[in-house]
């Protein structure tokens, strides 16, 4: 950075990923201060509503008076769109992706449509709405057992359920249906899990995932030794572009800007399908993003200040064409 910004990390969060928030906050808060930035930490409560969430941002902004608001927010209210929103409305520079990319990223189902759109392999899927009381049995449809059952805005595979008999159908969309009023009932596709993050418009090195558990679940993703991580990858070299491909075209088909984690199953014919774009995925020093990026040499420290560096130099740009205007929309 040409110079020190003042930078608001905001985590925490109304979300079922609070905890996970505060980890990838904390770790943000360490890295731009050992960088020598003005780095103020704010954690946004998770005992409110969002209209409380959005509240207490349009008052801790103007307090901490921040060039760089660092979003470290997993799940509603981070991903969703709104803190993004409020950021447009505040008129703060903030990282990673806009409004319209985040909401696309956090609803799985709108997020499936631009992947096919994009011509991009995802699993065969359909949504089933809970409230409609539609016989569970009824709502696999054409599908076939084993099936994964997730609600269709969540993050960190909370409420996420692998059918294996066609009678736990109905436990399962109650379980999602405890965290969206849409579920998501997909097929499951063997093959070997990976993910790719994107940063500044790169594709990083292909990590794979290998649970030690039925699947890459919560507390796969949180406990200590419970998931080997390859870093990178021991695809065959030409899998690991493809995959690499993938992810980027998800990335932009979204909209996407800056930096995004894209999760794929390469499938038993070597080919990659798209689950999901994570538009701010775990950041903490030893999260999978930050795991990538040093396989390229790009240090946690790095990577936090290339993402902030990001979104401070795009806040520049946008007041330069408004001072050439005659207009200002930054504070």
């Given at each position: 950075?040409?110079?020190l ?12 990923e ?6 990838s906050?904390?770790g943000?808060?360490e ?25 207490f941002v ?7 008076n ?5 979003l ?5 209210f981070g991903?969703?769109?709104t803190?993004?929103?409020l950021c ?10 806009d ?6 990223g956090m609803d ?11 011509g991009?392999?995802t699993p065969?899927w359909?949504?089933?709405d809970?409230?409609a009381g ?10 076939r057992v ?9 993050g960190?595979?909370i409420g996420?359920?692998i059918?294996?008999?066609a009678?736990?159908i109905?436990?399962?969309i ?13 097929e499951?596709?063997?093959g070997?899990e990976v993910t790719?993050?994107?940063v500044?418009?790169r594709?990083l ?7 030690h558990?039925p699947f890459f679940?919560y507390?796969a993703?949180?406990t200590?030794?419970?998931t080997?991580?390859?870093?990178p990858?021991?695809l065959?070299?030409r899998?690991a ?6 992810a980027?075209?998800?990335h932009r ?20 399908v798209v ?6 995925p775990?950041l903490?020093?030893?999260s ?5 990026a040093?396989?390229?040499g ?7 200040e290339r993402l ?7 806040a520049?740009?946008a007041?330069?064409?408004?001072d ?5 929309t930054l504070r």
């Open positions: 950075m040409s110079s910004p003042r930078v608001m990390v905001l985590m925490g969060g109304p979300s079922a609070h905890a996970i928030s505060l980890k906050g904390h943000v808060v890295a731009l201060t050992r960088r020598g930035c003005v780095v103020s930490p704010v954690t946004v409560p998770q005992d409110v509503t969002t209209d409380e969430a959005i509240q349009r008052i801790s902004v103007p307090r901490e921040p060039d760089v608001v660092f470290a927010l997993h799940g509603a991903e969703d769109g803190v993004q929103q447009e409305e505040l008129g703060v520079a903030y990282t990673g992706s409004p319209a990319a985040s909401r696309l799985k189902i709108a997020s499936r449509r631009r992947f096919e759109r994009a991009l392999r065969a359909r949504v089933v809970p409230a539609e016989n569970p049995q009824r709502a696999l449809g054409t599908q084993p099936v994964v059952v997730k609600p269709a805005n969540q960190s595979s996420v359920t059918v294996q008999d009678g736990q109905g436990g399962a109650r379980e999602a249906a405890r965290y969206d009023t849409r579920v998501l009932i997909e499951f596709i063997q070997r790719v993050g994107i500044a418009e594709p090195p292909v990590v794979e995932i290998q649970a558990r679940d507390a993703k949180y200590p030794g419970q080997t991580y390859l870093v990858s021991t065959p070299a899998t572009r493809r995959a690499q491909h993938t980027l075209l998800a088909a979204l909209g996407c800007r800056d930096f995004s984690r894209v999760d794929l199953i390469i499938d038993r014919r070597n080919r990659p689950l999901e774009v994570n538009t701010i775990g903490t020093p030893t999978l993003l930050p795991k990538a040093g396989c390229l790009l240090s946690y420290d790095d990577l936090c902030t560096s990001m979104a401070l130099d795009r520049v740009r007041e330069a064409i408004h050439s205007l005659g207009v200002s």
